[in-house]
């Protein structure tokens, strides 16, 4: 039987990356989002059925023609994994509010960006699921995180909001709330004793960090089960992790 579309943002690398193979192998045609094309382009994936598409997730408009464009040859979208994230880690003294307004604007209205495209087709099919990438910072404070931990409290509360809104049209809102995990998501941090600190932090843990596969499966769980049935959100970290 053909298998659905499944659109995933922040394709391109870390968690995105994982969750982009796993699908693959398992036969899903997708649409891999990401502003780095050339980067999804060179994952390890049988292209027969994939889409790539250079979107930036606050760009509403290119979100949309993307998944239109995807619509047209695959079908329409039964799940969304809003991945696409930035962590600009700093003390809130002294950072620069481009930086809070980008964490703002990628992790939660790139979020509500995707789901306003997807979300009307999956209620009047009554089928759908959104899976949200949050964060265990969406669930308790870090130092150095004030606007990241805003950000990710942010996708807790909208994902619950809309599960709320859309379960009686049988369509499931889901979270992923991971741990630190060894991705690009650090190399983009400006403020050096906020990199110091988190390092120090993850020694702590004997630097053991969680495997981006674990959270790719992770995804793949909840959405294998059942229409009728929604995981509401996973917390998934490494063991030793505090
Ligand atoms: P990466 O930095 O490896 O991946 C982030 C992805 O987001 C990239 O593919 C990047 O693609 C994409 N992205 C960033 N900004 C935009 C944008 N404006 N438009 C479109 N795509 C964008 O980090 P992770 O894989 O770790 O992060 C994935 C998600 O997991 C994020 O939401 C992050 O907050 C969350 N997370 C990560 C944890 C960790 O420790 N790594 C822990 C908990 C949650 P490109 O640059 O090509 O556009």
Redesign the pocket.
Same mark, same amino acid.
């Given at each position: 039987m053909t298998k659905p579309l499944i659109v995933i943002?922040?394709?391109?690398?870390?968690?995105?990356?994982e969750i982009a193979k796993i699908f693959n192998a398992a036969g899903y045609p997708e649409l891999l989002?990401?502003?780095?094309t050339e980067?999804i382009s060179a994952l390890p994936l049988n292209f027969d059925q994939v889409m790539v598409a250079s979107?930036?997730?606050?760009e509403q408009d290119q979100f949309k023609d993307a998944i239109a464009k995807a619509e047209e040859k695959f079908g329409p979208v039964d799940l969304l994994v809003n991945? *696409?994230?930035?962590?600009l880690l700093g003390n809130v003294q002294k950072q620069s509010p481009k930086e809070w307004q980008q964490m703002l604007?990628?992790?939660v209205m790139?979020v509500l960006n995707g789901t306003q495209i997807v979300l009307p087709g999956m209620v009047a099919r009554e089928h759908g699921t959104i899976i949200n990438?949050?964060?265990?910072?969406g669930k308790k404070t870090f130092v150095n995180h004030a606007a990241y931990v805003a950000s990710?409290f942010g996708v807790h509360g909208l994902s619950e909001t809309i599960r709320e809104e859309v379960s009686g049209n049988n369509v499931r809102i889901s979270l992923v *709330?991971?741990?630190?995990?060894?991705?690009?998501?650090l190399?983009?941090v400006t403020d050096d004793k906020a990199l110091t600190d988190y390092e120090a932090w993850k020694d702590t843990m004997g630097g053991i960090?969680?495997d981006?596969v674990h959270v790719a499966e992770s995804v793949k769980f909840i959405y294998d089960m059942p229409q009728e049935v929604n995981i509401r959100e996973v917390d998934i970290a490494a063991t030793r992790q505090d």
């Amino acid at each position: 039987m053909t298998k659905p579309l499944i659109v995933i943002t922040g394709a391109s690398s870390g968690f995105g990356a994982e969750i982009a193979k796993i699908f693959n192998a398992a036969g899903y045609p997708e649409l891999l989002l990401g502003r780095r094309t050339e980067k999804i382009s060179a994952l390890p994936l049988n292209f027969d059925q994939v889409m790539v598409a250079s979107v930036d997730v606050t760009e509403q408009d290119q979100f949309k023609d993307a998944i239109a464009k995807a619509e047209e040859k695959f079908g329409p979208v039964d799940l969304l994994v809003n991945n *696409a994230g930035v962590m600009l880690l700093g003390n809130v003294q002294k950072q620069s509010p481009k930086e809070w307004q980008q964490m703002l604007d990628t992790n939660v209205m790139g979020v509500l960006n995707g789901t306003q495209i997807v979300l009307p087709g999956m209620v009047a099919r009554e089928h759908g699921t959104i899976i949200n990438m949050s964060s265990l910072a969406g669930k308790k404070t870090f130092v150095n995180h004030a606007a990241y931990v805003a950000s990710k409290f942010g996708v807790h509360g909208l994902s619950e909001t809309i599960r709320e809104e859309v379960s009686g049209n049988n369509v499931r809102i889901s979270l992923v *709330a991971p741990g630190a995990a060894e991705t690009e998501l650090l190399t983009h941090v400006t403020d050096d004793k906020a990199l110091t600190d988190y390092e120090a932090w993850k020694d702590t843990m004997g630097g053991i960090t969680l495997d981006p596969v674990h959270v790719a499966e992770s995804v793949k769980f909840i959405y294998d089960m059942p229409q009728e049935v929604n995981i509401r959100e996973v917390d998934i970290a490494a063991t030793r992790q505090d």
